[in-house]
């Protein structure tokens, strides 16, 4: 049972910064994979960037050079600083997160978070 919070979306115009923030509770739980995707109009979700427990990270091709994902384990929390916005990073962006602290079939256990909007115009 883990609740999973996206926060620190907004507008900013082209060129500007963002940080996105994504905060897991619950009672009892351990984070493996944590990941950002985003949707934007008329498209999938799609794989923007993960971090892994050790710090490992991955990202999309567009976003590299631009966007750091960042995690904090003791807060259970994870982050995606993203500079040089682009119109095209424009969507809803979604945490999804990896319980390993769980057990039957359904482990490990998976979260989604409702999303954040993220506006870049001008």
């Known amino acids: 049972q883990v609740q999973v919070v996206e926060s620190g979306g907004g507008w900013v115009q082209p060129g500007g910064s963002l940080r996105l923030s994504c905060a897991a509770t619950?009672?009892?739980?351990?984070?493996?994979?944590m990941a950002w995707y985003r949707r934007s109009l008329g498209t999938q979700r799609e794989l923007v960037a993960e971090i892994k427990r050790d710090g490992s990270t991955r990202y999309i091709d567009s976003v590299k050079g631009r966007f750091t994902v960042s995690r904090d384990n003791a807060k259970n929390t994870m982050y995606l600083q993203m500079n040089d916005l682009r119109p095209e990073d424009m969507g809803v962006y979604y945490c999804h997160v990896e319980n390993g602290l769980c057990y039957g079939a359904l482990c490990p256990e998976y979260y989604w978070g409702q999303g954040t909007q993220v506006t870049v115009s001008k």
């Open positions: 619950g009672d009892s739980f351990s984070l493996n994979r």
